[in-house]
């Protein structure tokens, strides 16, 4: 029997039953190799030769593909089909001839399919080739790209700016993005307008609204109406004279559907519709795919395959009529940059199913798959036909017009299943219904409202318009979108707010040491430029060692011309890159940089030795104030209070401190004997200028004596830590709803919090109990149970949890679900810990466990894009 692998046990468990007992289908559970973290993984002296180690995990699933070869002489490789699922079979072909688990005779084969049904599995069984070559390639030059940038490009930040994270090749690129559109918004200053509309009536009393388009036989333009004056002007111009109906003109429209989905218009989409995170998007997608429902989900192609044209069509005509069947089928090209289509489009693998008949039990798959079945069918359908009608109300000298406009929906056509949404919505008059209106009649002045604007600076990116700009731009690619806004946040140099995407000030900081010292490399042009060439090798046009000569050989110019470079210099340069946000103006005309508390230093931009970055003054050890970088010119009103006498317990004085980790008392002095005094940060909500001495006293006292347990004897405590308010049994903690209970927290209402912690199974040290028993580990024994814990629910086998995703119904995790997490959180410790003692086989054609990506030992500075 021939060994078919893929990339999931749960595409195994579906292609096994398609395929039959003739084939022992086994999965990879994703990459099985990688480069080790360390340097030298990318000999640059020797034709940039990798040096690969197969993962931790990874062992055991070559291990048992390499067992099934013993009896089974033939490896058929029928990973994804795109750039990584080649480069997987890749990895496994050569991990398995370097075992010598692949003999001379044995033949090795590569299938793909975009869908994971039977027809198209049996399809692409008759159709195997070879490992496409120049794919990998392309993965090759892609992997050492991102290895060499990290590697090199990473301990030059940490040496240089220190606190700073790993940067990344397309990541910082990305971050780019998202700084210098928060940078336009910073400095964008609003302009005023007005708009005057009035609501007309017909002479039947019907009500419509117009808007002011002509005032003194001139047209309007946007910014014409400037102030609150000119707008009462036209107001009295507008009442004073008698209007009605000059024309009214009705014009045809069609509005046609968009395209199927590729990548990233699906992840836009899904965040548009029902805030889905890029990577949850991925995610949901992944699972549909693998359970057959949809095609393959990594694609920038948005090309539709003939039989299932006909297939959607037919579906319309069934569903809808054929009148909302065009003429013929809808044929789309992509226009997107360096798009190179070699997939289909992202549809249903059946377009007669839709949500409803779909058997999934998790809601959000239901909802990702019913938005791609209405997309696809959308896309086929015939276009809506409308009518725009526009109204124009004048004077009779013509010196005031006002113009009314709205539409009609003649036809709906694919509006009925589907349009698509807006990232940035505009109330737009044109979709207003009008009411019967004659040319030449009276229009009745029922109220007229000038109404006073802003221009708006432009937004900031959410995650679906990023990856919109990303798309536009050329940079990345269908399986690297979701990756690169995850990573950027993960390394805090983002904060995703309210669904926008927001730079922390770590975020500036490494966008300016960039710009500055590697422009190039965060170039648009320049990363879009590589992109192509990395297509081209996709393509055999371009040989990818050329590729990575080229680019080494500037990029360690690049490194080597930042050697000599002092920290100080970084900071001056940053600081005078960063002024506008670091040092805004002063609204009474004074120096933004003069340090507000001794007024002779200047601000500058400093380091900490932990690492992070703060604004200091000159004029230290002298002067001591210092800022936090998100509290630009101290105008958070607390610059005067440092240093601030609250008063005296017994010979030592209390102070109130402002500090660059924010406002906090102190009680005495540094000395020799006590280089550290007492100190208590402020808690939340306590405003510096409303402490006084016994606030500040009882911020001191704390942990707070409550007494001793009454079951036990042992001490109960109240305090404030990291996590709030809390009161405290040995290694139990409970929290506190309110700051103010910690001071006054009696033992009967810790008691109760305490016992109803422990009855939770969430207090330090207390046994979790299980909200669901999921049973044996498939693969190495063991329990694995969902939990509730302090941080929400998580899966736990033997020593690792793994938290569940925020989408992910605690009552319905399978056992899949949890091994797939467990996973990944074994991998982001480090590699895999000691098994627990196995107490059950996995069949290995049935094997339970879900797809998990590559999984290196531990994150470094050459994560992937």
């Known amino acids: ?104 005779d044995t033949p090795v084969s590569r ?77 964008f200053r609003p302009r005023e307008y007005w708009s005057v509309k009035a609501q007309l009536a017909t002479p039947r009393g019907q009500t419509y609204e117009a808007r002011l388009t002509v005032l003194g036989g001139q047209k309007l333009d946007r910014y014409d109406i400037e102030n609150e004056t000119a707008a009462e002007l036209a107001v009295q111009a507008i009442n004073s004279r008698e209007l009605t109906v000059k024309s009214v003109e009705a014009k045809p429209a069609n509005r046609n559907p968009s395209p199927p989905f590729m990548t990233s218009t699906l992840q836009q989409e899904a965040s548009r519709k029902f805030g889905f995170g890029a990577r949850q998007t991925m995610s949901l997608a992944q699972r549909l795919y693998e359970a057959g429902h949809i095609t393959y989900m990594r694609t920038d192609g948005i090309d539709m395959a003939p039989e299932a044209v006909a297939a959607a069509r037919d579906a319309i005509g069934d569903r809808y009529g054929k009148e909302y069947v065009p003429d013929s089928p809808r044929i789309y ?47 086929q359908m015939a276009g809506a036909r409308l009518e725009r009608t526009t109204v124009d109300v004048s004077s009779a000298d013509g010196q005031v017009v006002l113009r009314a406009t709205g539409q009609v929906v ?42 006073q604007h802003f221009t ?71 990363t879009a430029n590589l992109e192509t060439e990395l297509d081209d090798v996709s393509a055999g046009e371009r040989d990818y060692i050329d590729v990575l000569g080229r680019f080494w050989r500037e990029f360690t110019a690049a490194i080597e011309e930042t050697a000599e470079l002092r920290i100080s210099e970084v900071l001056d340069k940053i600081n005078e890159v960063l002024a506008p946000h670091l040092f805004p103006p002063n609204e009474d005309g ?19 030795r932990s690492g992070g970055a703060f604004i200091g003054c000159s004029n230290y050890p002298e002067c001591r104030y210092t800022r936090p970088l998100g509290v630009p010119n101290g105008d958070d009103g ?27 008392v102190q009680k005495g002095e540094p000395t020799e004997e006590e280089p550290k005094p007492p100190r208590a940060s402020l808690p939340k909500g306590w405003e510096p200028a409303e402490i006084d001495l016994d606030r500040a006293l009882q911020l001191l006292s704390l942990p707070r004596e409550i007494g001793a347990h009454p079951e036990d004897g042992e001490l109960v405590e109240a305090g404030i830590g990291r996590y709030g308010p809390f009161v405290k049994h040995g290694r139990l903690y409970a929290n506190l709803p309110d700051v103010e209970e910690v001071f006054v927290v009696g033992m009967n209402r810790a008691v109760e919090l305490l016992a109803e912690k422990a009855k939770n199974g969430r207090g330090r040290g207390s046994t979790a109990k299980a909200l669901k028993e999921l049973g044996e580990h498939p693969q190495d024994g063991g329990p694995v149970n969902v939990m509730e814990g302090r941080y929400g629910p998580y899966v736990k086998w033997d020593k690792i949890n793994a938290t569940l995703p925020k989408d992910m119904d605690p009552a319905t995790v399978t056992m899949e679900q949890a091994v797939e997490l467990i996973a990944e959180r074994a991998a982001k410790k480090g590699g895999k810990k000691k098994a627990a003692p196995k107490k059950t086989a996995a069949k290995k054609t049935t094997a339970k466990k879900t797809a998990t990506k590559k999984t290196p030992a531990k994150k470094t500075a050459a994560q992937k894009d």
């Open 1 to 104: 029997m021939p060994v078919v692998v893929v990339e999931s046990p749960a595409k195994a468990k579906t292609i096994n039953k398609y395929l039959g007992p003739d084939y022992t289908v086994l999965a990879s559970y994703g990459h099985v190799r990688d480069l080790p973290p360390k340097d030298g993984s990318v000999d640059t002296e020797n034709a940039f030769d990798m040096k690969w180690e197969v993962g931790t995990d990874s062992r055991k699933h070559v291990k048992a593909i390499a067992d099934a070869l013993k009896d089974d002489n033939a490896l058929i490789l029928a990973t994804d089909p795109d750039r990584e699922g080649e480069a997987i079979s890749w990895h496994l072909e050569e991990a398995l001839r370097k075992r010598r688990a692949i003999k001379k």
């Open 111 to 187: 299938v793909v399919f975009n869908a994971i049904t039977e027809a198209a599995v049996t399809d692409a069984m008759k159709n195997p080739r070879a490992v496409d070559e120049p794919l990998v390639h392309a993965y090759l030059a892609r992997r050492a790209l991102d290895y060499l940038v990290g590697f090199n490009l990473s301990p030059v930040l940490w040496r240089k700016l220190p606190g700073a994270k790993s940067a990344g090749r397309v990541q910082s690129v990305c971050l780019r993005l998202i700084v210098e559109r928060e940078m336009e918004i910073e400095a």
């Open 333 to 379: 090209k992509n226009k997107a940059k360096n798009a190179q289509e070699a997939h289909e489009c992202i549809r249903p693998t059946d377009m007669t199913r839709d949500a409803a008949n779909l058997r999934v039990a998790d809601d959000d798959q239901r909802k990702l798959y019913d938005l791609i079945w209405k997309r696809t069918l959308a896309s």
């Open 410 to 451: 003649l036809f709906d056509g694919f509006m009925r299943v589907y349009e698509e949404g807006k990232d940035d919505v505009v109330v737009d008059d044109d979709d207003k219904r009008l009411p019967q209106i004659t040319q030449g009649e009276t229009a009745d002045k029922r109220a007229i409202s000038p109404e």
């Open 456 to 526: 708006q600076p432009p937004p900031r990116y959410t995650e679906a318009t990023l990856v919109k700009r990303m798309e536009e731009l050329g940079i990345g690619r269908p399986s690297t979108y979701a990756s690169i806004v995850t990573t950027i946040q993960d390394r805090g140099y983002v904060l995703k707010d309210k669904n926008r995407l927001k730079p922390e000030d770590k975020g500036r900081l490494v966008t300016a040491f960039l710009m500055n010292y590697f422009r190039k490399y965060v170039g648009y042009e320049f």
């Open 590 to 608: 004074t120096d933004p940089r003069l340090c507000p508390k001794c007024g002779v230093g200047t601000l500058n931009l400093k380091t900490a």
């Open 638 to 664: 607390n610059a005067e209070l440092d240093g601030k006498v609250l008063g005296h317990d017994g010979e030592d004085e209390i102070t109130l401190r402002i500090g660059r980790f924010g406002p906090y």
